[in-house]
DNA sequence: CTGAAAGCGCTTACAG
DNA sequence: CTGAAAGCGCTTACAG
């Protein structure tokens, strides 16, 4: 069943059809009508590899996402896509692998998916750096700095990482904690903005800072700890780096969840031997017992504000890029002992 | 840049080209090589809607998830992979709704991408029954039974639920519990099947049946629960359902979560006051406080058998339909108390 | 082993 | 408002 036929049953040409299928305009409601009876008669749909490779241009949007498994990324998908149901708009989701090439990808579906944007959920700046000039659509980058990249179709949307992460210690401080551990992600832009945050605070605070206490991984070692179960990242940190430190800040929920996980099985109790905070505020970390302290970012301002920049840039393509930085909210769960 | 430039930088015929692409045997390895060099130097990508435009039968395989946020899929896909990339075949893995309708989807697949099998994380029978005699390709269903629905390119492979939720009850039973509550997912077919498991155990263990304490909910207050944070359904199941049993059969670990966190949130404890027991058996039940009691499905098993006989069947088209039954293991946890 | 040509199912100027 | 025709970028008989 393709065009042709529902041109031969509906008594005209198969333009009129094509025309009908994507409600143009100029189409007689008569004529109109008499197709969409055979099409919908026929439960007729349309080749989309013949109508994208002809296509010069589609309207809908595509909203890449990294990490199948991210739960933050989740939530702010259900939230665009209502955002777009309500905007009337087309959107197509493809799901990445955590360590794919999200900007190759997006080169790829500008040739032979022409959307009229593009939303990324997390991404790697490097990638961005080195071949984001070949896309010349309207893009918004979720979660992720994109300000100094200087791409005039690129906007971005993020939680102050920074700042929140200096908060959170903040707070560890204001319960009389002195002595902070940490592990964070190494291998994205996060990773150093809320350890650096961090340690802004303990300087603030006039505490000591004892570098040797902030552990690092990377992508390789979460694959692991997800996959294979294997937490040699978490032992070492617990063996080598926690020492007398009654507060670890973590990169984010994932990582503070497996970590409680550790300190358990070692026989710490948390928090009345160690303190835990995460960052993301996932709806999950509601669900740890004890609740994780954590920072909230705020996904329905995040989707939001970065729907309102890729709509906008769509219909006006010439408007200049937008970074926002949106607020969070630190949560004080229960994970966070009071040693005042 | 498309396959006409790289024949003409290369000195050769576009069928040539296609040829060395698609790694047809009958080429030479001078034009081979000399195609190639092309290639890599201008780093060209075929444009697939062509590619599958003009394509009769592809050689990779579908995977067709009902649900982005659940984590025994996940799982799956991870080891699916793994042993898709063993035996080195292609495969595109496609997220869908929970709501949405995977037949109607495979067909379209079928027509636009032309996989050699599909394999289905989850289904509904429902969608299968109505529109499944369209698809022609190998397929396996995962989790589901499918041996009743009579399509003999429809293999399946399943944990049995009915034994698994049997013995789930009869560890309970073990422990000393006596008065059973339950909730489960009543539009698939795998809540009724652990249902009527866990009644046949309290038949089994002459203890007394009282099935109002047995609540049921849908796709629709799943939905609610996850994306709205409506948990009607629970606070429903704690005021008129619960009374006074002493553990609660779960549907899947899922809602066992939540219903732990209702609990809690309503001073009970777990599992001093109500003991819990899910199902799935999802890498995160390890991470509850206390550690979730489940019932563990076997996904590597799940996984590797469905891809034998999706490959089997691949090889050997006319060969019968499979429905497999894989074992389980159940995990004590510490959500369950010991009342003797 | 290789190339010229037909054609996959659409969209879109172009002409009317 | 409508239709005939060109063409998107590939693959695949067919002929050599």
């Given at each position: 069943m393709t065009i042709k036929d529902i041109a031969r049953l509906s008594g005209c040409g198969v333009a009129t059809v094509s025309r009908v299928l994507n409600n143009h305009p100029d189409v007689s409601r008569e004529t109109r009508r008499r197709v969409m009876a055979v099409v919908d008669e026929q439960g007729f749909q349309p080749n989309t590899n013949a109508k994208h490779l002809k296509q010069q241009a589609g309207s809908s949007i595509a909203i890449i996402v990294k990490g199948t498994q991210n739960m933050l990324f989740a939530d702010l998908v259900e939230r665009i896509q209502a955002l777009l149901r309500e905007a009337d708009r087309d959107a197509s989701v493809y799901y990445l692998d955590e360590d794919a090439d999200e900007v190759a990808y997006a080169l790829q579906l500008c040739r032979?998916?022409?959307?009229?944007?593009?939303?990324?959920?997390?991404?790697?700046?490097?990638?961005?750096?080195?071949?984001?000039?070949?896309?010349?659509?309207?893009?918004?980058?979720?979660?992720?700095?994109?300000?100094?990249?200087?791409?005039?179709?690129?906007?971005?949307?993020?939680?102050?990482?920074?700042?929140?992460?200096?908060?959170?210690?903040?707070?560890?401080?204001?319960?009389?904690?002195?002595?902070?551990?940490?592990?964070?992600?190494?291998?994205?832009?996060?990773?150093?903005?809320?350890?650096?945050?961090?340690?802004?605070?303990?300087?603030?605070?006039?505490?000591?800072?004892?570098?040797?206490?902030?552990?690092?991984?990377?992508?390789?070692?979460?694959?692991?700890?997800?996959?294979?179960?294997?937490?040699?990242?978490?032992?070492?940190?617990?063996?080598?780096?926690?020492?007398?430190?009654?507060?670890?800040?973590?990169?984010?929920?994932?990582?503070?969840?497996?970590?409680?996980?550790?300190?358990?099985?070692?026989?710490?109790?948390?928090?009345?031997?160690?303190?835990?905070?995460?960052?993301d505020g996932v709806p999950i970390s509601d669900y740890l017992v004890p609740r994780l302290a954590t920072v909230r970012q705020d996904t329905q301002l995040l989707a939001q504000r970065g729907m309102e920049l890729l709509l906008r840039s769509i219909r006006r393509p010439d408007s200049s890029p937008v970074h926002d930085v949106v607020s969070f909210r630190l949560i004080p769960g229960e994970s966070v002992a009071d040693l005042i």
């Open positions: 032979e998916r022409k959307p009229a944007g593009i939303m990324f959920l997390g991404g790697d700046r490097k990638q961005f750096r080195s071949q984001f000039q070949g896309i010349t659509i309207p893009c918004v980058l979720l979660t992720n700095i994109a300000g100094d990249l200087g791409f005039d179709n690129l906007s971005s949307v993020t939680t102050d990482d920074r700042e929140a992460s200096r908060q959170a210690v903040r707070f560890l401080a204001s319960r009389g904690h002195r002595e902070f551990a940490g592990i964070f992600k190494s291998d994205d832009a996060q990773g150093p903005q809320r350890y650096h945050g961090a340690l802004a605070a303990v300087r603030d605070e006039g505490l000591p800072i004892r570098d040797r206490r902030f552990a690092w991984y990377d992508s390789e070692d979460r694959r692991r700890l997800l996959e294979e179960k294997d937490g040699r990242v978490l032992t070492d940190f617990l063996q080598n780096r926690l020492g007398d430190a009654t507060a670890v800040i973590c990169y984010n929920d994932e990582i503070a969840f497996h970590l409680v996980q550790v300190l358990l099985a070692a026989g710490r109790r948390v928090p009345e031997d160690v303190s835990v905070v995460g960052y």
